[in-house]
């Protein structure tokens, strides 16, 4: 099936938007569906969407009310709803007779077919979600950092050590939606029935500099969970050396009773 009848026009706009950590793709009614994996829709009033598991939907030539109303449907099917929508944009124009690729800040393709919007959608997608972890693990590093200056000036572990499992967790939830479940790193699996579209694939992974955010992100969350867990050990060393203490006056006031039971008998 093609996008043609739900996209008005041969210049459009794509845009991605990350609604929320996950987002339940079932309910949709067959007329609605232009394919499956993933999941595209026609939306009532023009225009279609490409919607992901992991709280990404990107729209195509689709109007500010349908946009609207289309988030209004949604509402219900996301968990963990963000209060402000990160958001990745891409104009497109339909040219059949010219190359693919970015002319004056534009993606030319060669047809709106549903496999090409979907490709290009799965790559809006992951720079949408990439932009998010990138801002979420900037401001992590903004607040790791005084933990560390304040140990090399002082000697002193700041912050509880509940504080920082809580900031490991959050780590390795960033790595598991990355990882296992927005597949960042993985070709899409259009590519295994459409192989005809490696090309615009690699063209918009460049453009969007995907490897190499994706990267520089693991990099980051390697460092930060180190950091942290370096902290974590401290606490615990800091805690147990206390336990230590405590036992070693334990056992001096034990012997502290003996010796005065024994020089000063009843």
Same mark, same amino acid.
Do not use: C
């Given at each position: 099936?093609?996008?043609?009848?739900? *996209?008005?026009?041969?210049?459009?706009? @794509?845009?991605?938007?990350?609604?929320?950590?996950?987002?339940?793709?079932?309910?949709?009614?067959?007329?609605? *569906?232009?394919?499956?994996?993933?999941?595209?829709?026609?939306?009532?009033?023009?225009?279609? @969407?490409?919607?992901?598991?992991?709280?990404?939907?990107? /729209?195509?030539?689709? @109007?500010?009310?349908?946009?609207?109303? =289309?988030?209004?449907?949604?509402?219900?099917?996301?968990?963990?709803?963000?209060?402000? @929508?990160?958001?990745?944009? /891409?104009?497109?124009?339909?040219?059949?007779?010219?190359?693919?690729? =970015?002319?004056?800040?534009?993606?030319?393709?060669?047809?709106?077919?549903?496999?090409?919007?979907?490709? *290009?959608?799965?790559? =809006?997608?992951?720079?949408?979600?990439?932009?998010?972890?990138?801002?979420?693990?900037g401001g992590d590093f903004e607040r790791i950092e005084p933990f560390a200056v304040q140990l090399e000036r002082q000697g002193r572990i700041p912050g509880r050590t509940r504080e920082h499992l809580k900031r490991i967790g959050a780590l390795l939830r960033i790595e598991h939606r990355m990882v296992g479940r927005a597949e960042i790193g993985d070709k899409p699996e259009l590519l295994w029935e459409h192989p005809e579209l490696e090309r615009l694939y690699a063209l918009l992974e460049a453009e969007f500099e995907v490897p190499e955010r994706l990267a520089m992100i693991e990099r980051k969350l390697d460092l930060a969970g180190r950091t942290v867990r370096t902290l974590v050990d401290l606490i615990n060393a800091r805690h147990s050396l206390r336990v230590e203490w405590y036992i070693v006056a334990l056992i001096l006031f034990e012997i502290l009773l003996t010796l005065y039971g024994m020089w000063w008998p009843r």
């Amino acid at each position: 099936m093609s996008a043609a009848d739900a *996209i008005a026009g041969s210049r459009f706009s @794509a845009r991605a938007l990350l609604l929320g950590t996950r987002l339940e793709l079932r309910g949709w009614g067959e007329s609605e *569906i232009l394919a499956r994996v993933p999941l595209a829709v026609r939306i009532a009033g023009g225009g279609m @969407a490409v919607l992901f598991r992991y709280g990404v939907a990107v /729209l195509f030539g689709v @109007a500010p009310e349908a946009e609207r109303m =289309l988030r209004e449907r949604l509402g219900p099917m996301l968990e963990n709803r963000y209060r402000s @929508a990160e958001e990745e944009t /891409l104009e497109l124009r339909l040219e059949a007779g010219h190359p693919e690729g =970015l002319v004056e800040g534009a993606l030319v393709v060669r047809s709106g077919s549903v496999p090409r919007l979907q490709l *290009i959608a799965d790559v =809006l997608s992951k720079s949408a979600l990439l932009a998010h972890y990138e801002t979420r693990l900037g401001g992590d590093f903004e607040r790791i950092e005084p933990f560390a200056v304040q140990l090399e000036r002082q000697g002193r572990i700041p912050g509880r050590t509940r504080e920082h499992l809580k900031r490991i967790g959050a780590l390795l939830r960033i790595e598991h939606r990355m990882v296992g479940r927005a597949e960042i790193g993985d070709k899409p699996e259009l590519l295994w029935e459409h192989p005809e579209l490696e090309r615009l694939y690699a063209l918009l992974e460049a453009e969007f500099e995907v490897p190499e955010r994706l990267a520089m992100i693991e990099r980051k969350l390697d460092l930060a969970g180190r950091t942290v867990r370096t902290l974590v050990d401290l606490i615990n060393a800091r805690h147990s050396l206390r336990v230590e203490w405590y036992i070693v006056a334990l056992i001096l006031f034990e012997i502290l009773l003996t010796l005065y039971g024994m020089w000063w008998p009843r």
